[in-house]
């Protein structure tokens, strides 16, 4: 009885001294509710048979017990496809762009002139600030078979054209390395800030036990990026199943659809333009669920391996 | 310390009651519009019928607010869709000197303010989708994209015109002279006699020509083509003379030029290789692609552009550009390209921009492209499929508040006078009368340019110039194309007109297994098309056939057979339409 109220008493005393602090998270979490979670109850629309008239309370139920639309998708071919692009594609970036923007944070940690290191990397994160329109608009000036300046570049040397956009195999490869030519010099930040974090003392201790430079690359800087590493790789592995729109629709043209056409350019064709809405709410879920349970799996897996994990 | 408390937990305040006002307000606003737009009964005073309507029809008009006059005694506001094609140096099309010129006579006429609300021309289907989605169309709307009505009226997010047409029918005269009963009732259900949307009246029903580079035919001593072995010998003959014809830059000839949309610039083509005795029930069964990709024999006009495609014929990156890609046109400009299929006045539009403009200013005053008919039939015609007399449809969503007003918005706009003043505006600027009483379009910049020719997008309930004189429209229709020689213009309107076969109704109502399955089958189809022109010849019949098959199997065979079903449903055995 008593300990209880001592701790009623503690409390209050508490939330007497910061409750000012508690009431500016009002805003945030007003934010949250209003945008992010009132909307959820549509998520109900991949249950329910869609209509523009109705809340989501009043549509119908979907055929069988509310799964329709999810068995019409996994029955869809062009959804298998999507699926099998969409991880491919995942999966080719999380190996090749994954590692890139490390290896550079570790290249430009190297670098002894300042001002050398602050420039380059300046230039290799302004691509981040392109959208993949206009990435793709460049890809066609410089890759297109006939037209684009590097096949041209080629032919004049006597080789034949490289068809980066309009072979499924080659325009693999482009996708992958346009998505590391646009994002690694951003990515790179949070490693070099990282680095700044590690103590200086240990490269002096590596020093005098007389380690060289990729000694102490190997023994001092990469061990002490492994917390960022593990976080930046859970968190990558959460958006496994996620699927960007923008890039492999603004990069793809009709001949390579067999690779290019990923789950987000699947629901564009068939929810939104083909008007079935309950159909693209529907693998929007799906996805997400998944994306979900590869971040709690990752997180586990970093912690069984004792790290620290995202939470 | 204790003030600097005091003065954050006020600005706590603040914000958040601020956050809580601004959920409310937009609620309040919300409301309040709606007030506005319900019709205020309370005055009741109409003086006088003005002749001919007869007493019912004044109570019509007290009903709907209206003075005998037509015009509304409390103002009205109706918002109306206008593409955007976003053309160097145009206007905002939502404001300028031909809006101001609706909006005052909608303003003075009906007492109805009018907002402009642009839609890009080139994604219009996706973008009046998304505002529909989103409940925010325009009152009056309208797209190329039937289906996309229908399922937005099975939603219950569409106005049944019927009714209203059926009330308001003696207050649209110049509506329904425009349009007559063939294109008010054309989408009418059969059964349940809804109306969805209207259909615009196509005054032109051309639809695509094959153009080949006149001066090139003369360069190289030969007679236009008169079937596919000759214009297949011409292209190789562009080929091979390349550097005659191009000089330095032979390397840059481009035969035959087309683009991802097959379909569409193969069309000639590929209509040369259907049968000429198909039937109206085949056409309706197989014929619901916009590009007719599921007539008999299509396959054999594409395994001809894989054939051409291997012989360096075709631009080897036509399926890489995007619709709306400037590329191709500008290699049409630059004058590399020696023939290709596509609209029927293609290089003749836009003035001074058009790629006839340019091409006599970059090659030369010969270098033209002139329209021929070279793809004979089985029977040895020169067969065309013509649109039917249909073009964008006009639809109200449910949101629309205002369906007198709209629909007498689409009355002031058929209206003989006020489309004219739209298409031509203003003598000596905008256009000129000619010696034979046809008239003439003045190419105009600044604020009196027109934004789409003959301004067809503010001229929704009609595309294409209808003068009431067929040979006056057709004078007037060449004497719009400013800077091109009248000849290549007549030349071109026969062309693509002669041996044509337009378009019937077939009105069944709803094909269901069409819902939802359009766009992604015409991905497909694109994506089947393009991949067989690049294909190896050995692999040609592989490859297009796996993606037909595909094709079918995704939505196009249950398409077939609903429409084969519902055919016979009402038209029993009968193959050819009346």
Known sequence: MSTSAMNWNKTLSYLRRYWVLYAMLILPIAFFITFRYIPMHYIQIAFKEYSIVQSPWEMKWADNNGFEYFIQAFSNRDFIYALRNTLMLNFLDLIFGFPAPIILALILNELVFKRFKRFTQTVVYLPHFLSWVIISGMALQLLAPTNGLINILLNRMGFDSIPFLNDPVYWVGTYVVLGIWQSVGWNTIIYLAAITGINPELYEAASVDG????????????????????????????????????????????????????????????????????????VGLFQSVVCVIFLFAANALAKRFGERGIW | MRSRRIVMSILTFVLASVLVLAGCSKNNSGSSNATNSTPNTGNSGSEGSSGNSGGSSDSKLEKWGLDENLRFKETRKITVEIYDRGNDGGTPPEDNFYTDYIKEGMLRDHNVEVEFVPVPRWTEGEVINNLLAANQAPDISVTYSYPTIQTYANMGGVLDLAPYLEEAKDILPDLWDLLTDTNIYWDQDPKTGTIWALEARLAVLNRINTFVREDWLKKLNMEAPTNLEEFENMLKAFRDNASLLLGDQADKMIPFAISFDVGWRADHLTTSFVPDDITDKDLFVYGFDDRKFLLPNYKEAIRVLNKWYHEGLIWKDFSLYPAGDPTEDNLMKAGYVGAFIHNWDYPYRNGEDSIHASLQRMVGPDAAFVAIETFPNDAGVYRKFLSPPIDRKIFFPATNKEPIASLLYLNWISKFENRFFLQFGEEGVTHEKMPDGSYKALAATGEKIMNSPNNIDYTITVNGLDLGDPDLTVKSIANGYAGVDKRYIEIAYQASINEGRVGKNVNVGEIKAENGVGQALKEKRDTVLNKAIVAPVSDFDKVYDSGFEDYLRSGGQAIIDERKAKWEEFYGDKTMLD
């Open chain 1, 211 to 282: 380690a060289g430079r990729f000694r102490k690359i190997w023994h001092v800087t990469l061990p002490g990026l492994r917390p960022t590493i593990i976080v930046l790789l859970i968190l990558s592995l959460g958006q496994i199943l996620s699927s960007e729109f923008d890039r492999p629709y603004a990069l793809s043209n009709k001949l390579v659809t067999d690779v290019s056409n990923v789950i987000s350019i699947f629901v564009y064709n068939y929810g939104i333009r083909g008007l079935q809405f309950s159909l693209s709410t529907a």
